[in-house]
Structure formats: C-alpha cells, structure tokens
C-alpha cells in the first residue's frame, strides 16, 4: 500500500499543487467552486497519508526509543519488564532504548537518593520479579569420590595387592572356610583406613563449603528509605542503591548513579589488568565481581544473581579443598620412602627366608628338615612357599605408615574449626601449619593494636586550643565545606527525632560526628548550596584527600584538603585565627604548629588537618576546566588541626607479650606520623619506655641501600608513614634474611604485601575485599590478640604431627625389626597379618584422632619457632621414640626366643603374650606421645575426653580380639596373670620416657651426624 500512496502522490500531487495556486479572487461559477473543494480535500487527505506511512517505516526500521519506559512505574500493578533485557543493558555497555540511568531508576521505582522503600513486602516483591543474588552452586563432591581418590592412593593400592596375594595363598593353604582370615583381615584394614580418610576429606570438604559461604557473606553499604545500613551481599536487589568505596567489590550489575575518581579493576571478568574509568555519562556500567580500584560511589542494581556474568560464572566453578599443604606432601614423600624401605627388607626377608628352605635349613613342626629336594611333595613345597610369600607380604604391610597422611587431614580440620570458634578463618590450608612456623609478625595499627574507635578530643586554630564557641562565623561556614564535602562517610537523620546515625570509616565518623554535635553543621543545607565539581580521593600514599566546589549563591569558588597534620601544613602559606583573620605562615609559625602536631601524636593522637583556598570562577564555561584539573595544593589556608584518640586494646599488650616470648617478632607498619606511631608502640609494648629499637618513616627506609636494610632490618621495630610499597619491601628483606613473615592488611593497596608474606593475615571487619582475597587467614574481629591466637594454634597443629610421627614410628620400626629378625633367624613372624594390621589400625585410626586433636598450651609458645629449615623429626624425637622401640623389640625378641621356657607355657600361649604385649607397649606409649618434652604427660589428660575415650575403646577392643576373636586373630584366651604380665612389661614405657626426656639434646639435627660420618 505504502508503494502504491507513493505512486499516487508523484502522479495527482503537481497537478492539485497548480489548480490551488491558480486560484484568484475573481468570481467563481458553483461547478468550480465544487471542483476546488474536492481538490484541497483530496491533497490533504494524500499528504496526510504519506506522513503516516513514512512514520510507520521510521518505526519499523529503528529499536524503539521508550519501548519499556511505557510502563510508568515497577509498583504499578500491571508491570512486567523484560528482565532478559535489563541484563543484556549492562552487558552489552549499551542503554540505548531505556532513556538514560534516571528512567531506568524511575522504572525500577528508585530514588538514586533516597533507595527503594526497603520493607518485606517490597523485598519480597523485587525477588519474585528479577530473583535473588545468590547463584546455583555447583554440585559438591559427594562420599563416593573421596572413597574413590582414596582408593588410588599408592599405599593402598599396595596393601590391595597385598591381599589379594595372603587371600590367594591363605585359601590355598588353609582352604576357604579358615584361608581368608589374613587376606580378609587386610581388605577390611583397606576398607577402614579409606573409610575414615574418604569421610574425613569429605567432612574437610563440607567444612570449606561452609567456609565459602561466609568468606562470601560480604557486608554491602545501601540506602533505603533514605537510611544507610548493611546488609549481606545476598540480600541486595534489584533497585537496591548501593555505596562503594575503594577495594570494594561490585555486588551485582547496575549503573553508576554518582561520584568522583570512579574506576573499577574489571580483570576477573574481562581478563583485562588496565584500570576502567566510569562515570555516569560516558560509560555507567558495573559489572558484578570487579573491584573499585580508585574513588567512591553510588550504583544502582539492575540484574543479580544468575542474570549476572559473574553468577553465571561462580556457578561453574568448584572448590579444590584438597590442596596440599608442604607438610602433607613432605609427610606423604616420608610414607613413600618408607614404604620403599619395607619393599626393600620384605624382598631381603623372601630371598633369605626362599635360601634358608631350598638350602634345608628350615624345620618342619616335629623337627625334620621341611625341604631336601628328594621326597618331599610338591604341595608341601608349594605351601612352604606360599606361607614364606605371606611373611614378606606382613612386614610390608607393617612398614607402611597409612596413618601418617589421615593424621594431618585429622589435625587441620579439627584445627580450621576450634580458629574459627577463635575469630580466624583459615582460607589456606598451609596457613595453618606455616603460621607456627613464623618468626616475624608486621602489624598494622589502626584496628588491630587499636579499638578504632576515633574520638575528636583536641581542636586546635591559630597555633591555640580553643573552645568551639569562639570561631567566627565565615571560618565555621569554610570548616563545614571541608567536612561535608570532603568525606566518604554520610549522615542520617531519623525522621523519629532519635539519635543521628553517621556512616563511613572511623575517622570520618569521629569527624563528622564533631562537626554536627558541635560546630552545628547542617550538611542538608550545605548540600543544596553548593556543587562539587572534583574530588581527590585519600589514598596510603598521598595521605590526604581533596575537593573543589562552588556556591550556587554567589559564584565563588573553593578547594579544601583534608589530611595527615604536617602534610596538609606544609601545603600551607598562610593560617586563620579564630576571629576569621588570615596571617602569613612564618618560619616561627610554621615551627609552632609542627610542635603542636608533635605534642598532640606524642599523647597517641591521630592528627588531621583542615586547609582551603579560594579559586577564581569565571564563567560556566570552565567548570568543565575546574573539574578535570588536579587540585590546587599550594598557597593554601590552614584552617585548624583536630586531634583524634583511638585507645588501644585491652589485650593488645599482653599478646605481643606472648609472641615475645615465643621468639617473634613484633614490628609495627603504619600509616600514622613518627610521633603518634612511637607513643601506641610503647604503650602496647613494642617499644619500652627508651624507644629500645629503631623507628624509621617509610621515606627514610625506602632510600636505604639495600645493604642498609640487610643490616637494620632485624632493629627495625616501627615504620611510621610508610606506604603499601615500603610494606611490600618490609616484606621482601626479611624473608631474604632467612624470616618467616606474617603480615596484617585491611586496605586494597595491602594486597601485594599480604600476597608477599609467607601468611597474610586480612581483617574481617575493616578489610576491603581485595584484602581479604589476597590473605591466607581472616581476622573476623580485627584482634591482634586473635593474630597472637592463630600463631598458637598453627604451632599446635605442627606439633601435634610431630607427636603422631614420634609414635607411628616407633610402632613401624619396633614391628619391622622384631619381623625382619624373627623372620631371618627362625624362618617365621611372631606377628601375624591380621594382628600388625590391627595394630596399625588401631594405631592409626585411633591414635591419629587421639593425638591430633590435642588442644594447644601455654607451653608451645615457651619455645623459639621452628623457622624454615627445622627438620620434621627433631633430636627430640630421635630421642623418645628409639629408646621405646629398642625396648620394645628387646622385650618381645625375649618373648619370641625365650618366652616358653620363662612362663611354661606352649607357642599359642607365647605368640598370644607377644601380641597383648605388643599392642599394650602402643598404648602406654601413647601417652608418651602427648608431650615432646615434658616429663609429667598426664597434665590437662582430664580435659582431653577425647583422648581418654579412644584409650578406653583401644583397650577394650584389644581385650576382645585377645579373647573372643581368637580363629580371626590367631590368639587364645590368656588368665589374669599373664594379662598383669602384660601390662607390667608394657608400663614400663612410661619410666623410660621420663627418664629419656632428661638427656640433652644437640641443636644440629640427627641426620647432619650421618650425613657428615658417610
């Protein structure tokens, strides 16, 4: 139709267009005026038609401009946005067809100032709509995988072998309803030893995921209903107006609203590392997961959750939580080389044992030679072999120590769980172990040595402390300007009359809350009459943060800073005095106010200073020109100095005490001026009352030569107005110098340091989201007290493996050289199959959970770190446990040689005795194990319910596999007396321990003496 209209209008349009410009004002006959009539009804009617037709093809051919601002509003009832197409917006970076940010908030029902209404039922009301922000997870690994990864472990598969081989020959020999004891005891030893390990690992692994969860549990800033609160990252919605800070992470998709110096860290989503300017022109959108990484601002949410890239990225990735720590995988090279060890002797054992039969050496049960190669049966010899196979395949399974790998998964979950109770959340593994390690701890101030809690308890105008009734009225109007301004924080006032609430980091509240309760700064007021035209955000390493604004009133024009106190004066040219008069800032002044700022840091203040310029505005033209200039710092007025207190905490002290004297290091990194800096150090005991130690400013250490630092590193007791850099360089010469550091962060600029140290310690309240990414452990409450907690426990986890390892091996040594020289010397083992891998199970199982669960004791921090270069098994060790397995093997090589003819009793009776006494000697020995040095191993026995539990599991076990399980387990049944036998000769492991425990020890491990003599 629109091609025939076209048509139509080319052929009738030149000819209607002349009779209309023929007409004249000379009369007219009734025909012609008619024919004029229809003439004009027909062009208009045509020229009418063409505009519709090429309207419609305007719109057909072009995305509709205003398709979803149709609806007015999301409360309106009939609503239904295309939430697809919210979500493709920020994706694709394009807002064509939504009319700008302030529709899409007006379509979203947002006041970009005030936020959503916020109640339940709008809430409610905005997850059904557009979902929740949370994403699908990805299934967790189930019991059956960890049984499977269990199963392929090499000490396993061994062991499998190993019973599939005794099963074979056991049958062979014994025949099936008596041959499968030994081959079947092992497959259930298997099947226990992979039970606990998979259910361990799979405990470790639902740990982590809770973990996860409140790792991811982020505390987000928004307005609603006009009052600023927090709330869990999960709770935010669509609409939601949020805040953002520097090192905060984006919650969701949205649009930047408002703010200055804006740029996000897009390189988890984008992969790109360049830094992304944002603003609410040129490029409004935000992504959900990348990082603020300069400048504040408001967001408004329009996609969470699955919408989001980030949700559907997260939800395809699963966790790893079977990392492997350094100890678990020196632990499991430990397992391997004695495993291969066992294979060794076991294959010695067969050829000597395989010699001593084929040579006639052997005898048979009546004391003929069981092999002379003329009429002996080729059953008999085939069962002879079968059984001297069997003996090699026991010492290996008694040389491998399977425990030793459960051990550790035992200790580092029980470990992740009691730190957690302790405000520490471990999101590295190694941590934990690396920690006890330490032997430097670099410490933050603000929030860790400190409450945090700044309180304005010093003002200082003129070079004078005054009362803030006395300022003039043109100065009290240019502080407001530098307050309001020139914050990160904001205030509420409830419309209820109660108490204003003020948001933002502790200083700014401290400051804020000064300049409303009392100078009477009215910031509503102050916001309507002036316009911020740049911001310059504070940063660590400028120490200070600026702003230009201009009066609506009167045009003029003005820059304020706001700072660390000597950085901000000496910006200074000139000052005010408290009637509002400028003066000239003279040598002599400048000298006062520098002792002033001196004196305030000396009585442990934070200093801040207030200074202002007025600048020249000429036309409207160049506010464009104001705004993209860098603010002006020189030539300024210093307004006043204020003076903030942060107490420090009740525990702080006694911590660094602690760590003293466990041979760590304290040193103090810090933002704050030399003086402040040096009066908290010695008020929590870094310093004494003589600064004994050196304190330098971050400046000062960064221009050393590098020698220099090697040399005044160890000294070095404080940095004060140090930078993230001169951290990260802290960092890095003392783990040249052999040290192993752990550092706290909270700010993004941390994140190298923290990534640097050996363990990095975030804070949990104060620490951006970058912090707490780049860190190995969280600090949920900001302690030092919790960091002096977290090296506790770390040296625990350490030392309670030292404890299992110390008693595994005197278990596997006693076992294999009893075996080995019963095996080489009389043809036979004194410990069948069934009864080592009893031994091991109950050894290893039970006595990983007994030992590894130990909570720690005042005592583990009486001793130096163990440093970088400590072997795992100390001369300690060496010490304790050759002594038991010597007396050990001594007892029960009696017991084998000459135990019928001491108690008159026959060969049951006697392997029966060697059993018993075998596992008893395990068990008094476990208590020796509970301490590495200390003589008395029964203190704080009463408090470990756990320990005593598995000894008494261990002992009744043991009594019915002596007495019930007598075919299973190759025994009979011993009276009351031989059972006092036992556990006399077995109590006398406890003597030997605490005699043992009074021989020195040399420093240089055990194994330099052997490597030195070969």
């Not at 395809?316 to 678990?328: C, F, G």
């Not at 003039?472 to 904001?490: C, D, I, K, M, P």
């Not at 700010?747 to 190298?752: I, L, Q, R, S, V």
Request: hydrophobic share 45%; aromatic share 8%.
């Amino acid at each position: 139709m629109a091609s025939k209209l076209k048509y139509t209008t080319k052929v009738y349009y030149g000819g209607i267009q002349s009779v209309l410009q023929a007409i004249s004002t000379s009369p007219i006959t009734k025909s012609q005026r008619k024919w004029r009539v229809a003439c004009i009804v027909i062009y208009v009617s045509l020229s009418m038609a063409k505009r519709v037709v090429s309207t419609k093809a305007k719109l057909r051919s072009s995305p509709p401009r205003h398709a979803i601002l149709e609806i007015k509003s999301f409360l309106d009832d009939d609503v239904v946005i295309d939430q697809k197409r919210l979500a493709e917006m920020v994706k694709a970076k394009n807002l064509d067809g939504f009319g700008g940010i302030a529709a899409v908030a007006k379509l979203l029902s947002t006041n970009v100032e005030s936020g959503i209404i916020g109640d339940e039922e709008d809430l409610r009301r905005r997850r059904v709509a557009f979902g929740s922000n949370t994403y699908v997870r990805a299934k967790p690994k189930g019991l059956i995988y960890f049984v499977v990864e269990a199963s392929r472990d090499t000490t396993i598969l061994i062991l499998l072998a190993c019973a599939a081989l005794s099963l074979a020959f056991g049958i062979r020999e014994h025949g099936g309803k008596e041959g499968w004891y030994e081959g079947g005891s092992i497959f259930v030893a298997v099947f226990l030893v992979v039970t606990v390990s998979a259910a361990s690992n799979f405990r470790q692994e639902r740990q982590f995921d809770k973990l996860s969860k409140i790792s991811n549990n982020i505390k987000i800033g928004v307005v609603r209903q006009g009052r600023r609160q927090h709330v869990s990252i999960f709770d935010a919605v669509v609409g939601d107006v949020v805040f953002l800070n520097t090192g905060d992470q984006v919650p969701a998709d949205g649009l930047f609203v408002d703010g200055h110096s804006f740029q996000v860290d897009e390189s988890s989503m984008t992969g790109e590392s360049d830094h992304v300017e944002v603003d609410s022109t040129r490029h409004p959108f935000l992504l959900s997961g990348s990082k603020v990484a300069d400048g504040y601002g408001k967001m408004v949410v329009v996609s969470v959750g699955m919408d989001t890239a980030w949700g559907e990225m997260m939800s395809s990735i699963t966790r790893d939580s079977n990392e492997q720590t350094p100890l678990q995988e020196r632990l499991n090279r430990l397992t391997s080389t004695i495993g291969k060890v066992g294979l060794a002797v076991a294959f010695f054992v067969l050829l000597v044992m395989l010699v001593r039969y084929f040579t006639g050496n052997t005898e048979d049960a009546n004391g003929f030679k069981e092999f002379n190669g003329v009429d002996r049966d080729l059953n008999d010899v085939f069962n002879s072999v079968l059984r001297i196979v069997s003996a090699a395949v026991t010492i290996v399974v008694v040389a491998i120590p399977e425990g030793l790998p459960l051990a550790v998964t035992l200790t580092l979950a029980y470990s992740m769980k009691r730190m957690m109770a302790d405000q520490a959340m471990v999101r590295k593994l190694s941590a934990c172990e690396t920690m006890g390690s330490a032997t430097v701890i670099c410490t933050d101030k603000t929030g860790t040595l400190t409450l945090n809690q700044m309180k304005v308890t010093k003002f200082c105008l003129g070079g004078k402390e005054i009362r803030h009734d006395t300022i003039a009225h043109n100065l009290r109007e240019l502080f407001y300007q530098g307050v309001a301004f020139n914050t990160t924080g904001s205030i509420y006032r409830p419309k209820s009359g109660n108490a204003v609430e003020y948001s933002g980091s502790p200083t700014e509240k401290a400051i804020l809350t000064w300049a409303v309760e009392d100078l009477g700064m009215d910031i509503e007021k102050l916001k309507q009459s002036y316009t911020v035209l740049h911001v310059d955000t504070f940063n660590s390493d400028k120490k200070r943060s600026g702003v230009s604004i201009r009066s609506n009133v009167h045009n003029r024009s003005y820059v304020h800073w706001k700072g660390a106190a000597e950085m901000v004066l000496a910006m200074c040219s000139s000052y005010y005095q408290h009637t509002g008069e400028v003066n000239a800032m003279t040598k002599d002044k400048m000298t006062e106010f520098e002792s002033i700022i001196q004196g305030m840091a000396a009585s442990s203040l934070r200093c801040i200073a207030f200074a202002c310029k007025e600048i020249e505005y000429e036309s409207t033209s160049n506010e464009i020109t104001i705004s993209q200039n860098i603010l002006s710092e020189e030539n300024l007025t210093l307004l006043g100095i204020v003076g903030m207190k942060d107490p420090c905490r009740s525990g702080a002290k006694k911590a660094i005490e602690s760590c003293r004297f466990a041979g760590v290091d304290i040193k103090m990194i810090t933002g704050d001026n030399i003086f402040t800096a040096k009066a908290i150090a010695t008020e929590c005991g870094i310093l004494d009352a003589n600064y004994h130690g050196e304190v330098v400013e971050g400046a000062e250490f960064r221009n050393y030569t590098d020698e220099e630092r090697r040399r005044k590193i160890k000294n070095i007791k404080v940095m004060a107005r140090s930078s993230p850099l001169d951290k990260l360089l802290m960092v890095r010469c003392l783990k040249q110098a052999g040290e192993v550091v752990a550092v706290t962060g909270d700010g993004t600029n941390d994140a190298p340091a923290l990534k640097e140290a050996d363990v990095g310690l975030s804070m949990g309240i104060q620490g951006t989201e970058v912090a707490k990414e780049s860190s190995d452990i969280v600090i949920l409450d900001d302690n030092f007290s919790s960091v002096a907690t977290v090296l506790l426990w770390g040296r625990c986890v350490y030392n309670n493996i030292q404890k299992f390892i110390q008693f595994q091996l005197t278990v596997n040594v006693a076992a294999l050289v009893i075996n080995f020289v019963a095996a080489v010397s009389a043809g036979d083992v004194p410990l069948t199959t069934v009864q080592l891998l009893w031994v091991n199970l109950i050894m290893d199982t039970l006595g990983a959970l007994a030992l590894a669960t130990e909570r720690p004791t005042k005592e583990l921090m009486h001793r130096p770190p163990v440093g970088r270069t400590e072997p795992l098994i100390t001369n300690s060790m060496w010490r304790n446990l050759l002594p038991q397995a010597l007396y050990q093997i001594a007892i029960l090589l009696i017991l084998q040689f000459r135990g019928k003819q001491i108690f008159e009793v026959n060969e049951e009776v006697k392997n029966t005795l060697i059993f018993n006494t075998f596992v008893l000697c395990q068990i008094f020995n476990e208590f020796n194990a509970r301490s590495l040095e200390k003589q008395n191993v029964f203190k704080g026995i009463h408090r470990n319910r756990l320990f005593v539990g598995i000894i008494g599991v261990t002992i009744v076990l043991q009594f019915v596999m002596v007495e019930f399980l007598k075919k299973f387990a190759d025994t009979v049944s011993l009276d009351l007396g031989q059972w006092g036998i036992c556990v006399a000769i077995a109590a006398v492991s406890w003597p030997i321990g605490w005699v043992m425990k009074l021989v020195p020890v040399s420093d240089k491990p055990f194994l330099n003496y052997l490597r030195l003599w070969h």
